[in-house]
T-cell receptor, first 111, second 113 residues
Framework: DGGITQSPKYLFRKEGQNVTLSCEQN?????MYWYRQDPGQGLRLIYY???????QKGDIAEGYSVSREKKESFPLTVTSAQKNPTAFYLC??????????FGQGTRLTVV | GDSVTQMEGPVTLSEEAFLTINCTYT??????LFWYVQYPGEGLQLLLK?????DKGSNKGFEATYRKETTSFHLEKGSVQVSDSAVYFC????????????FGTGTRLTVIP
């Protein structure tokens, strides 16, 4: 089945550690997005990519990095520079201005 | 720029009550409008959509009508169930490139038996 897959579902990070969240889609969508969601809050855009090897900062890019080496994949790295990384992270993809499809999310916790 | 303003929550209703969640938008041109639903611990799922004025999107008993004259896309359901408890997001896709997707802040609905 076509869809968008995020892994892992739960992730624990130690202070000062970088971690990478995976996002893979087999919908053949050009655009992919990463959002952060804090408890009881809406979605905040971290990064987005319209095409392979190109990506743009969103509203809260500081402390995060991404790559887009393949159309299907858009991994997000949460670096040690992100001082408050505990949150729910959502990946989405869409094609030609249509609706977005979301993964099931990754819950990141700092321990 | 484009934006979506959504009714603040949380909303608590008894089972079989009528639901309205207000959503208004600001956009140039003719955006497409969406409602998404998020169940606890999950990603967002598309609930319904409307792509032009006067269109009515519907799914699972939920409806919303694209009203250009009032720039609104209010979500309604005639009789809610406990299983409808979730967070609902209004969204629009405006004109422009990839960064033309805008979400409201979400409204948490709790339905009690």
């Amino acid at each position: 089945d076509g869809g968008i897959t995020q892994s892992p579902k739960y992730l624990f990070r130690k202070e000062g550690q970088n971690v990478t969240l995976s996002c893979e889609q087999n919908l053949n969508h050009d655009a992919m997005y990463w959002y952060r969601q804090d408890p009881g809050q809406g979605l905040r855009l971290i990064y987005y990519s319209q095409i392979v090897n190109d990506f743009q900062k969103g509203d809260i890019a500081e402390g995060y990095s991404v790559s887009r080496e393949k159309k299907e994949s858009f991994p997000l790295t949460v670096t040690s520079a992100q001082k408050n990384p505990t949150a729910f992270y959502l990946c989405a993809s869409r094609d030609r201005g249509l609706e977005a499809f979301f993964g099931q999310g990754t819950r990141l916790t700092v321990v | 720029g484009d934006s979506v303003t959504q009714m603040e929550g949380p909303v608590t209703l008894s089972e079989e009550a009528f639901l309205t969640i207000n959503c208004t938008y600001t956009a140039t041109g003719y955006p497409s409008l969406f409602w998404y639903v998020q169940y606890p611990g999950e990603g967002l799922q598309l609930l319904l959509k409307a792509t032009k004025a006067d269109d009515k999107g519907s799914n699972k008993g939920f409806e919303a009508t694209y009203r250009k004259e009032t720039t609104s896309f209010h979500l309604e359901k005639g009789s809610v169930q406990v299983s409808d408890s979730a967070v609902y997001f209004c969204a629009l896709v405006g004109q422009g490139g990839a960064n033309n997707l805008f979400f409201g802040t979400g409204t948490r609905l709790t339905v009690i038996p």
